[in-house]
């Protein structure tokens, strides 16, 4: 029997333009709720362009993004964002104290987080409380990443946006957060869409991966198509080789 899947986000004919250059054209799909979607493609793909339309970052110039069946336009921004977190690539971190940069949401919010909360959220990432109130600029890049998707879980985001986490990351690191970006998504059913560059980890992870190329979505399916896909841009690209 077939699995049915429910729409988390869904993209109806997406175009994006800048100065009238194309970033983004005709893309359709959905990611679906409680899955790990994979997005990956070359260099200006337009990957993470389509990955801050998910949030609101960025409207499309054509097209339509629906959250759960709700057009994104009739979403306040504030609501949007409590419910679709973002990680990105360099792990923004505040000056202060790791407790300080996991309370952010709620501070920004006019909200407390107590001490107990926070551990909570360290413990979710793999760190205990002796990390509340070490300044958070003397950790390493895996630690940082850690409080980053710790402070995205603050809010306990219904999706959240992964933008290139790893790619700073040593081999140690990536496996880490690897581990436990699939621990996220089974024990808090959190929808992720993660943006790599590694096809090996694409496979790893993904339940479901989307390929785009020059603003194209090329392919979408179960990650297996990274393997058994017989679209020649993709085969080469799956191999390492960027065609023209």
């Known amino acids: ?7 988390a986000i869904q993209f109806n004919n997406i175009c994006f333009e800048i100065d009238r250059v194309p970033i983004l054209n005709n893309i359709s799909g959905s990611f679906y709720e409680e899955q790990i979607t994979t997005l990956v493609g070359p260099s200006g793909a337009g990957k993470t362009t389509l990955l ?44 202060g104290t790791v407790f300080e940069n996991i309370a952010l949401p709620f501070s920004l919010q006019e909200k407390k987080l107590t001490e107990k909360e926070a551990i909570l959220f360290l413990e979710a990432v793999g760190l205990d409380h002796t990390f509340l109130y070490r300044r ?34 040593d081999p140690a690191s990536v496996s ?4 436990l970006i699939l621990k996220i998504n089974q024990e808090f059913q959190v929808t992720i869409v993660w ?21 194209r979505l090329l392919e979408s399916g179960e990650s297996s198509i ?3 896909s017989t679209n020649e841009q993709i ?8 065609s023209k």
Request: glycine share 6%.
């Open 176 to 179: 880490e957060i690897e581990q």
């Open 226 to 228: 990274l393997s058994t």
């Open 195 to 215: 943006i790599t560059h590694n096809i090996e980890q694409a496979k790893r992870i993904g339940d479901f991966t989307w390929i785009l190329m020059e603003g």
């Open 235 to 242: 085969q080469l690209f799956a191999k390492g080789v960027h």
């Open 52 to 95: 801050k339309m998910c949030n609101g970052l960025i409207s499309p110039t054509s097209g339509e993004v629906f959250i759960e069946s709700i057009s994104i336009d009739s979403i306040a921004p504030t609501t949007l964002r409590k419910n679709i977190g973002i990680v990105l690539q360099n792990a923004p971190i505040i000056h």
């Open 1 to 7: 029997m077939k699995h049915t899947y429910t729409s």
């Open 136 to 169: 958070a600029s003397d950790l390493s890049g895996g630690q940082k990443q850690k409080i980053s998707i710790a402070r995205s879980l603050v809010n306990k985001p219904k999706v959240l946006l992964l933008d290139e986490i790893t790619s700073a990351l």
